[in-house]
């Protein structure tokens, strides 16, 4: 597995078909992960995790598997979705035994800096859920400001 950056407690790897596994453990879990990012429960196979690494690694993607440096341990998935004309859309999905940990506060600032220092970006922007409160905290916390809201979506960008 190819790391690319790191933070204190976080390498950040290229996304890989060995992860597979942990991948659709985190997927599947409508409760603690799933519903933050899909409309309802959704289940992957592996063929399509598969699928989804071979062309997130094509495509040059800017989507990394977070590990834990202590204990190889697999956190969860950022991406810089799309970057281009010096903006980007953050995503992060972190597995539920991860959570509550930092992780989510530690990854989101280094992939902010990334995304600035290494892509050249202005702009960084998100989308989260307007009842996923413990997102929207971190978010704030790591300095992104609301612009828009309805009723599926909170709109955050760090400008």
Not at 5 to 20: A, G, P, R, T, Y
Not at 73 to 81: P, S, T, V, W, Y
Request: aromatic share 12%.
């Amino acid at each position: 597995m190819k790391q690319i950056f790191e933070s204190d407690q976080i390498s950040f790897i290229e996304v890989s078909e060995c992860l597979i596994h942990d991948y659709l453990i985190m997927f599947s879990d409508y409760e603690n992960v799933n519903r933050w990012f899909s409309d309802g429960e959704r289940v992957f196979s592996v063929e399509q995790e598969l699928e989804w690494v071979r062309n997130t690694l094509e495509k040059k993607a800017v989507v990394f598997s977070m590990i834990e440096k202590k204990s190889g341990m697999f956190i969860g998935n950022i991406e810089l979705k799309d970057p281009k004309d010096g903006e980007g859309e953050l995503g992060i999905v972190i597995t539920a035994q991860m959570q509550n940990r930092g992780y989510g506060t530690e990854a989101v600032l280094a992939i902010t800096k990334y995304g600035r220092e290494q892509l050249g970006l202005k702009r960084i922007f998100l989308r989260t859920k307007p009842y996923n409160a413990r997102a929207i905290h971190v978010y704030k916390k790591c300095g992104f400001k609301e612009y828009d809201r309805d009723s599926v979506h909170v709109y955050m960008e760090m400008p």
